[in-house]
């Protein structure tokens, strides 16, 4: 079955650069959650979509900001980036057409901030 | 806020059956228990998640006390792959984020 996937699965950038990543949910989910789980810390949630339009936002820095597009995959844009961003982001999705249905993760994407 | 308490690290034999605890006193009628875990940098994967039935799948079974104040993660015949930080996550239910506390960090050892 299809999952949720996370581009690119690496990144290395430099303080004060951007950086763009991508997630592809599983085909007819319609949600997207985006997580920050830092070295050794539970994941932190950070924003969500529904249907393209924001649903939920958790502790996302003014710094980040994220979109789901027409085919419903999302973007997190993250600039001015810091050393303490360097962390793992997971991307998740649902449909929401249901009652009480799982959220299944992407494998994530490690971003390392030099 | 996390809305759930979980013991923070559990042993068990390979081949026993795991009973991981959660407490949520505080949970709302509407609001489901769900059950995730994480094997070392992997994103979570979901296990399984109940409202007030007992709930049984090919991974686990969840037992929900009748008050639903608190339940119980079962793992019948643990394995080494079964070594993970599991989460119990109180949550609405669709469309609503998955709000990660302290886990427990399961140790399976032959």
């Known amino acids: 079955a299809a999952g949720v996937i996370q581009s690119p699965r690496h990144l290395i950038k430099e303080k004060r650069e951007t950086a763009t990543l991508k997630c592809y949910p599983i085909p007819r989910h319609d949600t997207v959650y985006w997580y920050q789980q830092g070295p050794g810390q539970d994941p932190q949630f950070l924003i969500s979509?529904?249907?393209?339009?924001?649903?939920d936002k958790g502790s996302i820095p003014d710094r980040f900001s994220a979109q789901q597009f027409s085919d419903y995959h999302s973007e997190l844009n993250m600039s001015s980036l810091e050393l303490g961003d360097s962390a793992l982001y997971f991307c998740?999705?649902?449909?929401?057409?249901?009652?009480?249905?799982?959220?299944?993760f992407g494998q994530g994407t490690r971003l390392t901030v030099v | 806020d996390a809305k759930t308490t979980q013991p923070p690290s559990m042993d068990c034999a390979e081949g026993r059956a795991a009973n991981l605890p959660c407490n949520h006193s505080t949970i709302s009628g509407n609001e489901y228990v769900y059950w995730y875990r994480q094997i070392h940098s992997q994103g979570p994967q979901y296990i399984i998640h109940?409202?007030?039935n007992n709930e049984t799948n090919e991974m686990a079974s969840l037992i929900i006390t009748e008050d639903r104040k608190s339940s119980t993660l079962i793992l019948p015949h643990a394995t080494l792959r079964d070594t993970a930080v599991y989460y119990c996550?109180?949550?609405?239910?669709?469309?609503?984020?998955?709000?990660f506390g302290k886990g427990t960090t399961l140790s399976v050892s032959s």
């Open positions: 979509f529904y249907e393209k339009m924001q649903s």
């Open positions: 996550i109180v949550r609405l239910g669709s469309g609503t984020a998955l709000i």
């Open positions: 998740a999705s649902s449909s929401d057409r249901g009652l009480n249905t799982e959220a299944f």
């Open positions: 109940g409202l007030k």
